[in-house]
């Protein structure tokens, strides 16, 4: 046998069921409230800042800016830590790797940054989250990129 064969045959099989399209997309809804939530509340003081006109860099304001970075790091931060956001907490999904193996950052930077951003820039690929409907193990363009399963954690 080779260490790989030993490796498998140790380990208990992992019978995972996958989190289908409307449990991922309440929990999705449930994540946008907290952080819409967060950034109400962080951003705030911007009102009181210059009789509340937008201070502008470039194209974008800083308070647009700001609530960019926090809902990235919403997602990259709670996923890394927690394998969940709060949203999947309240739904009892886990994002896993699909070697079972923990989370790696470079992971994560594909699948809650990259995946994100496009789906956030180019409306149209909004529509691709409806992979997640029709393959077998769930999987959005996010998930597939970032070699990552949403799973039912109960």
């Known amino acids: 046998m080779t260490e790989n064969e030993i490796k498998h045959a140790s380990s208990p099989t992992i019978n995972q069921r996958y989190a289908g399209f409307w449990m991922r997309f309440w929990a999705y809804l449930a994540d946008l409230i907290i952080v819409f939530s967060i950034n109400g509340i962080l951003l705030i003081p911007?009102?009181?800042?210059?009789?509340?006109?937008?201070?502008?860099v470039g194209f974008w304001t800083v308070t647009s800016i700001i609530s960019s970075i926090i809902f990235y790091l919403y997602f990259l931060l709670t996923t890394?830590?927690?394998?969940?956001?709060?949203?999947?907490?309240?739904?009892?999904?886990?994002?896993?790797?699909?070697?079972?193996e923990p989370?790696?950052?470079?992971?994560?930077?594909?699948?809650?940054?990259?995946?994100?951003?496009?789906h956030r820039v180019f409306p149209i690929t909004v529509l691709l989250y409806a992979f997640v409907?029709?393959?077998?193990?769930?999987?959005?363009?996010?998930?597939?990129?970032?070699?990552?399963?949403?799973?039912?954690?109960?």
């Open 80 to 100: 890394k830590y927690f394998n969940q956001t709060l949203g999947k907490v309240i739904f009892g999904l886990k994002v896993i790797r699909e070697d079972h």
């Open 46 to 56: 911007f009102k009181f800042v210059d009789n509340g006109f937008d201070l502008e």
């Open 103 to 118: 989370l790696r950052w470079s992971d994560l930077i594909f699948r809650e940054v990259i995946g994100r951003f496009l």
């Open 133 to 154: 409907a029709f393959t077998n193990q769930k999987q959005g363009i996010h998930d597939m990129i970032g070699n990552t399963r949403v799973v039912l954690d109960r």
